[in-house]
């Protein structure tokens, strides 16, 4: 028995070791696989190019979609900033999904908004929309006022109204820089193949922004804000520049995506689920390949969209379990995908990693946390062995994290003043003493939740959505 | 199953090598951040004193002023190349001989072809393709060699770029042409910025009836490097060359099955803005790809309303919202001659005019 136990123990040590070295060195080897492309990304794409590169006739026409729920704080300020924005033809939507603050009073007042019977095409289901408006300052201004149903009905429901072939969406309290659309629509020129592209996100928090643009950039001054700069960093820097090489981009930000709508509406639009970005892509990689269409979605790292992160610790946990549950969901929701050679490297590579260790990671590293202390409670804890581990642990982040600030100095040099610098490097360093920990117990709560909820969910009533034929009759 | 004293020790040794190496490592990462911070952030504050001294004396040479400007380092001599360069494109070429003779007194000449065998392929590229803006000789034969032994698609990009720089006749137009029908990879960008320099080179020495001519007389060899066509197109519309105009009409027709194409030439000469295309529009209303009959829809307002006002009210009943919004568009930018029709049409039993109709009139009410 005892006997059986000790090797219970040493296989389940062998499996967090073999576990925790696969992991970082994939990490590793992603920060390598970045810089090598990153490098050659800002060869071709120099400072005068791209001001060339923004400035032409190529372009596809643009559709904003802004879904706004109880955003009267900081809507006007927002559109402002986004009619600002440097593109030859665009509309901005702005949904109002049922807010129930002045979000739409405030609309109307600022930008003169007058209600008018825009025809709008139903081919996604969502809410019903009460009125749609359209300034008379601008003309490229719309707003649909309808009912509250979510991110992803307000989302379809933008779908739905806007005009041009490709649309982007970004949260209402996210700014984007003013050539930040230009460069995310780049590939969709020069690429048939394109079917979605996704941005930068870095954090607002802490940067001076003045008539809705971001005039100085700087590190936040809330430590739970810093942490999650450097999070930020190292995922969209590192990770999902390596998925691009491998078309295995499963996941493109809520924050700042642009899309083709005729694809989206063919997958009939967004899912209702806490994570409907990622249940988007994910659906896209299936469609594409399921029906032999050749595809690709892509990050690149020079558009750049600023949002807002949470600013305590309940609001960031908060945000981080829905992340969680949302990602379960998408990969429950394509789970055919796993491990299929059919999908290619998406479904061999890119699925299973986000299963493996995106996904099945938090509770892993929990339960090596518990392991820990159990064996120290029952004395079978070597401490050498714990201490070294530990140090390698904590060493080999702290590398990742460094070597993701060092890569976005190297090639964009957002911050400015050397202090900022200092305080992301110190505080990559910080990650690992308690604030991974604790988005790792949430996470690890967040798995839990989700098979529990879905468990429940299977014996309540489906919520009931209007269908296509009521929403024309409501618009008739 | 245990461990032996000896084995746990070994494995100890392993991980105390991993601790120090990675030790080493975060901290090599560390130092290599702020070392870096601090040399860009010198080197930036050395650039922008540098460009403004420079461009003070660049200014005072070609206004007559008797200066001999030397830059020492290469932080300097980049800041002049870049205020020559940017020199010579904002009084469009007219001081070229003022600034060439400065780039050649200067050394930046002799800086740039250093740089130009440097063994970072990065400096290489820039150096030449700031030698192709400064038109220089020896730049041409050693791009020319380049761009035939590259074989990295983008690589060829950034070479043809700085290629085409130096264009001005046909011989060079003739090789330039040749690589970039070669390079599959070369993206739609870089074509189009090449077409851009050239169309502009030929213009500035008066040639541009030759350019026409010649693409004119090789556009049956382009029936297998569409795209590089496609680029000549949309690029020349960009620029609203007028004269372009006839060569375009010619592709539309040559290529009519062609639906990227069609596109390309409807959109070029939408944005060209000439009347006279007016059938080719009107034509395409009704083709059987929805992105032609928007395009088509989009620009119809350039033709005479009583022609164009039958075939755009067809269209407001199209299958594609696209085509129908293009066309309710064009017809509001009638203005008031629209009006009568738009009022019919609002009473239609077709409930896809009917709406955007009525749509149209409202958004024109609102605005008046």
């Known amino acids: ?476 | 199953m245990e461990f032996t004293a000896g084995e746990f020790s070994t494995f100890k040794e392993v991980l105390i090598l991993i601790v120090l190496t990675l030790f080493a490592l975060n901290a090599l990462m560390f130092i290599a951040t702020i070392v870096h911070r601090l040399y860009v952030d010198y080197r930036d504050r050395k650039y922008d004193r540098s460009y403004k001294k420079f461009r003070r004396y660049v200014e005072e040479v070609c206004g007559g002023g008797d200066l001999r400007i030397k830059p020492s380092g290469t932080v300097e001599y980049e800041a002049l190349t870049d205020v020559l360069i940017d020199f010579l494109r904002e009084t469009s070429y007219s001081a070229e001989e003022c600034v060439l003779r400065i780039a050649e007194e200067s050394g930046v000449i002799n800086f740039l072809r250093r740089q130009a065998n440097s063994f970072l392929l990065n400096t290489r590229v820039t150096a030449l393709e700031r030698l192709g803006y400064l038109n220089d000789s020896w730049a041409e034969k050693e791009i020319r060699k380049r761009i035939l032994e590259s074989e990295r698609g983008w690589l060829a990009g950034r070479l043809a770029f700085a290629y085409s720089l130096l264009v001005y006749d046909l011989e060079r137009l003739k090789f330039l042409m040749d690589a970039v029908s070669k390079s599959k990879e070369m993206s739609f960008k870089y074509l189009e910025l090449i077409w851009e320099n050239i169309i502009t080179n030929f213009k500035r020495t008066g040639k541009v009836e030759d350019l026409i001519s010649y693409i004119d007389e090789e556009l049956t060899r382009y029936k297998d490097y569409e795209r590089v066509l496609r680029a000549m197109v949309e690029t020349a519309g960009m620029l609203r060359e007028r004269s372009f105009a006839p060569l375009i009409e010619k592709i539309h027709d040559l290529f009519a099955e062609d639906d990227l194409m069609v596109l390309s030439t409807l959109r070029s000469l939408g944005t060209i803005e000439s009347p006279a295309y007016c059938r080719l529009f009107l034509r395409s209303v009704s083709h059987r790809d929805w992105r032609i009959r928007a395009v088509a829809c989009k620009y119809a307002y350039l033709c005479p309303f009583e022609v164009a006002i039958d075939k755009l009210r067809e269209r407001l009943a199209d299958e594609s919202y696209y085509v129908r919004i293009n066309a309710g568009k064009a017809l509001a930018s009638f203005g008031h001659c629209s009006m009568k029709v738009l009022k019919e049409l609002a009473q239609s039993e077709d409930r896809f005019a009917r709406d955007t109709a009525r749509y149209l009139l409202e958004e024109m009410r609102l605005r008046e």
Not at chain 1, 252 to 264: L, N, Q, T, Y
Not at chain 1, 269 to 287: A, I, N, P, Q, S
Not at chain 1, 347 to 352: D, T
């Open chain 1, 1 to 476: 028995m005892i006997e059986a136990l000790a090797y219970t123990l040493l296989g389940f040590q062998i499996f967090i070791l073999s576990y925790f070295t696969a992991v970082n060195g994939l990490y590793t080897t992603f920060v390598v696989i970045s810089l090598y492309h990153i490098f050659k990304f800002a060869v071709l794409i120099r400072k005068e190019r791209v001001e060339k590169v923004v400035s032409r006739v190529l372009y596809r026409p643009i559709s904003i979609i802004v879904p706004a729920y109880n955003e009267e704080q900081t809507i006007v300020d927002n559109v402002k900033s986004l009619l600002s924005l440097n593109y030859p033809e665009f509309e901005l939507v702005v949904v109002n999904d049922g807010s129930q603050d002045s979000t739409l009073q405030r609309l109307i007042e600022s930008f003169r908004l007058v209600r008018l019977d825009r025809p709008v095409r139903l081919v996604l289901n969502h809410r019903e929309i009460r009125n749609i408006y359209v300034s008379l300052d601008f003309p490229n201004l719309l707003v649909v006022d309808k009912e509250n149903g979510g991110k992803a009905d307000a989302l379809n429901c933008g779908i739905n109204v806007c005009s041009y072939p490709l649309f982007c969406c970004i949260d209402a309290d996210s700014i984007l820089e003013e050539t930040a659309l230009l460069r995310a629509s780049r590939l969709f020129v020069e690429d048939r193949e394109v079917v979605a592209t996704g941005g930068f996100v870095r954090v607002l928090n802490g940067s001076v922004v003045s008539g809705g643009n971001v005039v100085e950039i700087r590190a936040p001054k809330k430590w739970i804000e810093t942490f999650q700069v450097i999070e930020y960093v190292r995922g969209f820097l590192t990770g999902r520049t390596a998925w691009n090489i491998f078309n295995s981009l499963l996941i493109i930000s809520g924050a700042f995506g642009i899309f083709r709508k005729d694809m989206v509406v063919r997958i009939g639009g967004y899912r209702k689920t806490v994570g409907e970005d990622m249940d988007l892509v994910v659906r896209l990689h299936k469609y594409c390949t399921d029906n032999k269409i050749p595809y690709k979605i892509l990050f690149l790292p020079d558009p750049v969209c600023w949002t807002q992160v949470p600013s305590d610790v309940k609001s960031l946990l908060s945000q981080r379990n829905r992340w969680h549950r949302g990602l379960i969901d998408s990969l429950w929701h394509s789970k055919e995908m796993f491990f299929n050679p059919k999908y290619r490297w998406a479904g061999v590579f890119g699925f299973p990693y986000f299963f493996f260790v995106e996904a099945l990671g938090p509770t892993v590293e929990f339960i090596g946390y518990l392991s820990v202390i159990a064996f120290y409670l029952t004395g079978l804890l070597a401490r050498d062995f714990a201490l070294l581990f530990f140090l390698v642990a904590f060493l080999w982040g702290s590398l990742i994290s460094t070597g993701s600030v060092l890569l976005d100095n190297l090639m964009y040099r957002r911050y400015g003043r050397l202090r900022d610098i200092l305080k992301l490097l110190l505080f990559g360093f910080l990650e690992m003493f308690g604030y991974r920990q604790m988005i790792v117990m949430e996470r690890f709560t967040a798995t839990f939740q989700f098979w529990y909820r879905s468990w429940g969910r299977q014996r309540r009533k489906k919520i009931h959505e209007i269908t296509r034929q009521t929403a024309q009759k409501s618009l008739n």
